[in-house]
C-alpha cells in the first residue's frame, strides 16, 4: 500500500493556487528555474561543436544537399570547400567571369549587320553619283545634238521654201538643190544613229558576240574608204596571225571606216594612210596611222570626247558631197571598242595621227 502511494505521488499532479504542476522533486529531476539558468550560461563558443558534432554515418545527400539525422530528422549541415576555412570563400571569386557563346554570337551578328550597312551605304551612294553624271551627260548631250540637227533641218526647209517661190524652175538649179538636200538627209540620219547607239552604249546594252574575222573586216573597209576617196591612198599591212574575235562585225567595221574617214574628211589630197593589224600581248592591235597634219595639242586630250569636230583643226579642207563630219565619229568609235572590252587611243606622233585599236583576243 505504502509503495502504491509512492508511485502515485510521483504521476499525479498536485493544485498549487489555482495551477497544475508534476512534483519533480520525487522524480530527481532538476528544477525547471535550474535548467533555464545553465542554458543562459552556455556560450556561442560552447554551442557551435554541439552542432557541428554530427556523426559521418548521419549525414545523408551530395555536397549541395546534404543533411544530418537529429532526433529521427535531418536538418541542412554547412559543407565547407577543400581544404576548410572559415572566412569568406574565395573559391569564386579566383575563377574569372566566363562569357558566354550567345554574346559572342549576338556580338558578331551585330558587327556584322554594321558592315553590311556601312557597304549598303556606299554602293547606294556611288549608284547615285553615277546617275547624276549620267542625267547630266543626257542633258548635254540632248542639248548639243538639237543644235548639230537644226543646221541640216535648216538647209532642207530653205530649199523647201525655194522650190515653193518658183527659185528652182532651173533644171540645173533643182539637180544642186535635191543633191545638197539628200546629204544633209544622209548626215541627219547617221547623227540619229549614231546618237541612239551611244544611247544604248551608256544603258550597257550588250552588242552581238559572234566570231569576227578582222583580216577580212579591214580588207572590205580599205576596199570601201578607197572607192570612197581615190585622193587618199591606203596601205593594208596585215602580219601573219590568226585575228578572230568575238564581237559585233557591223560595229567593229564601223570603227575602221570612223577612223578611215577622218583622214577623208580632215587631211587635204594626197594623204597617205596606214592600216595595219597585228598580234601584242594576247590582244588584236589595228592601228591606223597618216600622214597628214595631225591633231593640235590643245585637242589631244579632248579627241574622244562627243561633238569635238575636227573642223577645229587649222585650214581644215572641205569635201563636197562627203557631208563632212558631226563630232561623234571618234566618240562613237571609243565606245564601241570598250563595249568590246577593248580601248582606242590616240599616239603620240611626230607627223599625223596615231590610233591605235587593241581588242582582247
Known amino acids: 500500500m505504502a509503495q502504491l502511494l509512492w508511485r502515485r505521488q510521483q504521476t499525479e499532479p498536485l493544485r498549487v493556487s489555482g495551477s497544475t504542476r508534476h512534483v519533480r522533486a520525487a522524480t530527481g ?3 525547471l528555474t535550474a535548467v533555464t ?12 561543436p554541439q552542432r557541428a558534432a554530427v556523426p559521418a554515418a548521419s549525414v545523408r545527400g551530395d555536397g549541395a544537399g546534404r543533411h544530418a539525422a537529429v532526433d529521427g530528422g535531418y536538418r541542412p549541415v554547412a559543407v ?43 554602293r547606294l551612294r556611288r549608284e547615285r553619283a553615277g546617275r547624276l553624271r549620267s542625267e547630266q551627260r543626257l542633258l548635254e548631250l540632248l542639248a548639243t545634238a538639237g543644235h548639230e540637227l537644226r543646221t541640216p533641218l535648216t538647209a532642207i526647209s530653205g530649199y523647201v521654201s525655194l522650190a515653193r517661190m518658183g ?3 532651173d533644171p540645173e538649179k533643182f539637180d544642186v538643190a535635191m543633191s545638197r538636200m539628200t546629204d544633209e538627209t544622209r548626215r541627219m540620219s547617221a547623227l540619229i544613229d ?41 596601205r593594208l599591212t ?18 575602221v571606216t570612223n577612223l578611215l574617214a577622218n583622214v577623208r574628211h580632215h587631211t587635204p589630197h594626197g594623204t597617205r594612210t596606214v592600216l595595219g593589224l597585228g598580234n601584242e600581248d594576247g590582244h588584236r592591235v589595228i592601228e591606223i596611222i597618216d600622214d597628214g597634219p595631225g591633231i593640235p595639242a590643245e585637242l589631244r586630250d579632248s579627241a574622244f570626247e562627243r561633238f569635238v569636230h575636227g573642223g577645229k583643226l587649222p585650214a581644215p579642207v572641205a569635201h563636197p558631197g562627203t557631208g563632212g563630219g558631226n563630232g561623234l565619229g571618234l566618240s562613237v568609235a571609243a565606245a564601241i571598242v570598250a563595249a568590246h572590252g577593248g580601248d582606242l587611243t590616240l ?15
Not at 574569372?96 to 551585330?110: E, F, S
Not at 558576240?209 to 579591214?218: S, Y
Not at 572590205?220 to 591612198?233: L, N, W
Not at 601573219?240 to 570603227?255: F, I, N
Request: aromatic share 2%; glycine share 8%.
Open 238 to 255: 596585215i602580219l601573219p596571225g590568226r585575228y578572230t574575235v568575238l564581237g559585233d562585225r557591223d560595229r567593229l567595221y564601223q570603227v
Open 80 to 122: 565547407l570547400p577543400p581544404g576548410g576555412g572559415t572566412g569568406p570563400s574565395t573559391a569564386a571569386s579566383a575563377v574569372p567571369p566566363r562569357v558566354g557563346a550567345g554574346t559572342v554570337l549576338t556580338t558578331a551578328m551585330l558587327l556584322v549587320l554594321a558592315l553590311a550597312t556601312v557597304l549598303l551605304c556606299v
Open 167 to 169: 527659185g528652182l524652175a
Open 194 to 234: 549614231e546618237l541612239v547607239l551611244l544611247a544604248r552604249l551608256d544603258l550597257g546594252q550588250s552588242l552581238r558576240r559572234e566570231p569576227v574575222n578582222l583580216a577580212r573586216l579591214c580588207r572590205d573597209a580599205t576596199a570601201d574608204a578607197q572607192v570612197s576617196s581615190p585622193h587618199h591612198p591606203i
Open 347 to 361: 599616239e603620240p606622233s611626230a607627223r599625223g595621227a596615231w590610233f591605235r585599236i587593241r581588242l582582247p583576243a
Open 29 to 31: 529531476l532538476p528544477p
Open 37 to 48: 539558468a545553465r542554458m543562459s550560461r552556455t556560450t556561442p563558443a560552447d554551442a557551435a
